[in-house]
Every structure is written in structure tokens, then in C-alpha cells.
């Protein structure tokens, strides 16, 4: 889903977008004419390769995602995560891909190299 950025509401207003088997879900609103402010959470299932034997496995992601939206360069210093968009567009399935290869880049080992670890820390 794209919005575009001039269009958001003033008012929190609720949204969900679902891109593949995960979804997220939250409010969004204006805070200035270059800033949005989105409190969302992503759910769903999604797939990471075990970095020890590659085997593909559905791993359920469950991430709270607050950030802002600037619409340009966002220059003011500020604590909370700014994301930069440049066509003047919201897209919501990008925001999801992003998010899920940041967590599928993370470490992850399958049921199986967890079991195999385990039995090996019991032999020695
Ligand atoms: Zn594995």
C-alpha cells in the first residue's frame, strides 16, 4: 500500500497492510508537512535461513515499529529513528520488506542445530 504523504490525517488513524504471510498493523499521523509519525506493529511468519546448515525455516516475527517519516532530509537531531523517503510517497510494503531482511539478516539456527548443540553440550 502507498500513500501519499500530503494525504496522511492530522489525526491518529488506523492502519493495516498485509505483504505476505506477515502484517502490519498501528496508527499513523501528521506531525508537521515533512513529518509522519507511525506506532505499528508487524506480525506474521516469516522465513530465515539457519546460518549453520541454511536449512529454511518459518520463524514467527512479532517487532514493534515506531519511527518517523520524513518527507526530504531530516536534519534536526532527535532520539527516535527518522527514515527518509524521497518521492513524497508512504509505501507501507517496503517499510515490511526492509524491516523482515533487517530481522533475516539477524543470527539465526534451526530447531535442529539448537537440538544438535544441545546434545553435544550434554556428551562433553
Ligand atoms: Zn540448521
Known sequence: ????????????KDFKVKFNSVEIEGIFCKMSSTLVKIDASLSGITQINCDRCGKEEDVPVNEKLDFLLSDGVYTKETDELVIEIEDSFIDFDEIIQSELSSIQSDYHICDECEQNNKTIEQEF
Open 1 to 12: 500500500m502507498k500513500i501519499e504523504f500530503r494525504k496522511v490525517p492530522s489525526n491518529p
